[in-house]
């Protein structure tokens, strides 16, 4: 067996063997495999595809590149886990997770960081102060026990396969296959050994997968993937034309997040966030997808997913205390109010464009080991379909960092298409994919 040969049965469009996939990823991660070869495979994958057997084997053989961990065992209960592919805007894990944990469920989730103008789970999370997303092992079964879920960020060793193989498809362009984003997605989630999992598959402007057709191929292999791997799998097909609730930044989506468990939440954020808990409520066993809804949506209304994320942030060193004195937070330095110049309605609000206008404010980070500012980002008082009156406020945008404020209102203004006539409204949640 050897890489040239490997290389040529896929170049000429012929279905790889298990053994082949796992002995050629194996020795990438040890070094035999050199990045040139490498480079030549995953284009040839990127024009000839992979069957489901095959997608599944490089999952699982990138999967086996690292630790693994079975946290249902070590719970004794069943444990679902839920992932989004990105977006602009999504704080959804810090209200449908702890939803799940009111109602009797265990998430151990682990979670990443921001890279350019998508957010990170994690480093929203630590912008409540003190709070730590680093945890052992011990330390992140012992919050899930206690508080129902724990968030932490990813250990270097799981799934080096799939770091190392990452980054040399964002250096060779062979980013946007479905085959290598499916077994991206799903080598991270199946190793960390979560019974079921729900994907949030974004479409739109500010997704990664741009229209309706691929994100369905995408959510349609990763489900196939994780059946042959002997797990529950749904897939939930989302809006991302616009982006997602009134806030996008770090401490300004968990001051969103938790006004929405308080019971304050715009219609687009609650109607994903209800969705995705109840399909995890769904795959836990917990009833009808009718029933599970009913669950979720008791659990929002009477506090107690409040009262579950206060407690995950309390074992996990934050102070509860901004919980309900957001200006614990940080308190932004310079804070810009955006007017319209126009009557009209907003027919649209480019999503895109928003996340790079909230890294120029200092939300993202624009290399890996770039620093963020917490208190920077964007709150929007109008969405799609409001109209406006010149004069009136779009939005506010917010910073702590030495950044062209001015320059971030212009492009913010450039956000808004307007049109005399109310535009047809999409729905939040465009389709459920079940197993």
């Not at 996340?355 to 969405?383: E, H, M, Q, W, Y």
Request: net charge negative.
């Amino acid at each position: 067996m050897t890489a040239y040969d490997i290389i040529m049965k896929k170049r000429r469009g012929s279905e790889l063997f298990q053994e082949e996939i796992e002995w050629i990823t194996s020795g990438f991660v040890s070094g035999d495999i050199p990045d040139y070869q490498m480079s030549a495979l995953l284009m040839a994958i990127c024009f000839n595809g992979m069957t489901s057997e095959e997608t599944s084997a490089l999952t699982t053989a990138m999967i086996n590149s690292g630790d693994t961990y079975s946290p249902s065992k070590e719970l004794g209960r069943i444990c679902i886990d839920k992932h989004s592919t990105g977006g602009i805007g999504d704080k959804t894990t810090l209200i449908a997770v702890p939803i799940c944990a009111a109602c009797g469920i265990y998430v151990p989730k682990m979670s990443g960081r921001g890279l350019g103008h998508t957010g990170g789970t994690i480093d929203k999370l630590e912008a409540i102060p003190g709070l730590r997303t680093s945890l052992t092992h011990n330390e992140f079964i012992s919050v899930t026990r206690e508080a129902g879920f724990a968030i932490s960020g990813q250990t270097g060793s799981l799934v080096p396969a799939d770091k190392k193989i990452y980054a040399l498809r964002n250096a060779t362009a062979t980013v946007d296959s479905i085959p290598l984003i499916c077994s991206s997605i799903m080598s991270k989630k199946l190793a960390t050994g979560a019974d079921g999992i729900v994907l949030d598959v974004k479409v739109g402007d500010g997704a990664f997968m741009k229209n309706y057709a691929d994100a369905e191929k995408l959510a349609e292999a990763m489900i196939r993937v994780a059946g042959l791997s002997g797990k529950k799998c749904t897939a939930v097909l989302t809006n991302m034309e616009k982006p997602l609730g009134m806030a996008v930044g770090n401490a300004v989506e968990v001051v969103e997040a938790i006004e929405a468990l308080k019971g304050n939440c715009p219609d687009d954020l609650y109607d994903i966030s209800v969705t995705l808990a109840s399909e995890m409520l769904f795959l836990a066993g917990l009833g009808s997808p009718e029933r599970c809804r009913e669950l979720a949506t008791d659990a929002l209304s009477s506090g107690r997913a409040l009262k579950a994320f206060e407690k995950m942030s309390e074992l996990q060193g934050g102070n509860s205390k901004a919980f309900y004195d957001y200006s614990l937070l940080g308190v932004p330095t310079h804070t810009r109010e955006v007017v319209s110049d126009i009557d009209g309605y907003i027919s649209g609000i480019s999503c895109e464009k928003t996340g790079l206008v909230s890294l120029a404010l200092g939300a993202g980070r624009k290399t890996k080991d770039g620093n963020i500012d917490p208190t920077a980002g964007i709150i929007f008082n109008k969405t799609v379909g409001d109209f406006v009156k010149k004069g009136e406020t779009l939005g506010r945008l917010v910073t702590s960092s030495d950044c062209d404020i001015d320059a971030a209102e212009k492009d913010f203004i450039g956000l808004f298409r307007f049109s005399e006539t109310a535009p047809e409204k999409i729905p939040a949640v465009i389709k459920i994919i079940r197993s």
